[in-house]
């Protein structure tokens, strides 16, 4: 069974940067795309990013330019870089991996 634990959200100025992580468990990791959505109160869930196997990227419009994935296939460890962060990138971010997900990691953007 695979196994997703985000970590690295927190509360932030606007301006500044986190790094989401993104462990994975399991022998898939490899092998399959990884992407990172995040829902906001009362708003659905987006996506925010994505990368496929080979590494090529996916944005939504909204983080272009602000926001990098990436991924490390030795750590079995997805990243989310945001840089930039704006108060309406507050939401709960969640990866994905097949038909997994993790429980999701809290961002707050705020003065």
């Known amino acids: 069974q695979v196994q997703l634990v985000e970590s690295g959200g927190g509360l932030v100025q606007p301006g500044g940067s986190l790094r989401l992580s993104c462990a994975v468990s399991?022998?898939?990791?490899?092998?399959?795309?990884m992407g990172w959505y995040r829902q906001a109160p009362g708003k659905q869930r987006e996506l925010v990013a994505s990368?496929?196997?080979?590494?090529?990227?996916n944005y939504a419009d909204s983080v272009k330019g602000r926001f990098t994935i990436s991924r490390d296939n030795a750590r079995n460890t997805g990243y989310l870089q945001m840089n930039s962060l704006k108060p309406e990138d507050t939401a709960v971010y969640y990866c994905?991996?097949?038909?997994?997900w993790g429980q999701g990691t809290q961002v707050t953007v705020s003065s």
């Open positions: 990368i496929t196997s080979g590494g090529s990227t």
């Open positions: 994905s991996m097949g038909l997994s």
């Open positions: 399991g022998s898939i990791f490899s092998i399959y795309p």
